[in-house]
């Protein structure tokens, strides 16, 4: 790879995070949102050593080099080092690929292929007695996070669920013999930590995969409460479909 298509590499390379960074928000369907800066700091950077690098070596020509060597000789050893490995090409494909797609999130494919992750019991810091959750309001549908709703439904013994009609928002899973899930994935760092959270959907047909949607209905009780035997389920009474949430990592009601 020639100098000159190294300095290409790296002014596509700062395009492209400030593009998904600093003029979007297509971030967030890879990083959290505190990352941010790291990103807008790290595409300034990049433009900024490219924009050297062209002054330097005179891009969009190769600047013939001063230093006493010729580097085009191959130092009469058998071999050229102006041009450097071939696999080196292969770092146009990310910087290319965020510039002008932009993937998306993670939904549905990955979704289906991992066990949703049961959030941790909360733990008591007393014996009062008191239930570990919150009552939930006693009129109206309650908006909930699958997050939420998924601890409730396996670990409150008390079953604050019961008697309540709660709305989950999140992307639909198909799963076998037309039964679906609700789900969303939540992530500590980036997409590759990202951790599956999804709701089993009865009583209404499955809305094409990866569409969002907001699901109204009541506890379906799966299991025995209170052991891993149990798993988080809504009887649905609506089904609607949303638009894509800007942060689709971010679990809300």
Not at 53 to 65: K, L, Y
Not at 98 to 110: E, K, Q
Request: charged share 15%; net charge neutral; hydrophobic share 40%.
């Amino acid at each position: 790879m020639k100098r000159n298509v190294q300095v290409l590499l790296l002014l596509f390379l700062g395009v492209g995070l400030l593009h998904i960074s600093l003029l979007t928000d297509l971030y967030l369907r890879y990083v959290r949102p505190g990352l941010r800066p790291a990103l807008i700091a790290s595409g300034v950077l990049l433009i900024v050593l490219g924009a050297v690098s062209a002054a330097r070596d005179g891009f969009p020509f190769n600047r013939p080099r001063t230093d006493g060597h010729d580097h085009h000789d191959g130092h009469g050893h058998g071999h050229d080092h102006a041009g450097g490995p071939k696999v080196a090409w292969l770092l146009y494909v990310p910087a290319l690929t965020i510039l002008f797609l932009a993937p998306p999130a993670l939904g549905s494919y990955t979704a289906a292929r991992d066990e949703a992750a049961a959030p941790k019991a909360p733990s008591s810091s007393s014996s009062s007695g008191e239930s570990l959750f919150p009552a939930l309001p006693d009129t109206g549908v309650v908006p909930m996070s699958l997050n939420d709703f998924s601890a409730r439904a396996v670990w409150d013994t008390d079953r604050t669920l019961k008697g309540h009609t709660v709305r989950l928002t999140g992307f639909v899973t198909p799963s076998g013999h037309g039964t679906w899930y609700v789900s969303r994935l939540v992530i500590s760092c980036c997409a590759a930590d990202a951790q599956v959270r999804k709701v089993r959907v009865h009583g209404a047909p499955a809305p094409p995969a990866d569409a969002w949607v907001t699901v109204t209905g009541t506890w379906h009780p799966t299991g025995k409460v209170g052991t891993d035997d149990a798993s988080p389920a809504l009887d649905a009474t609506a089904v609607r479909r949303v638009p894509e949430p800007k942060d689709p990592y971010h679990d809300l009601g």
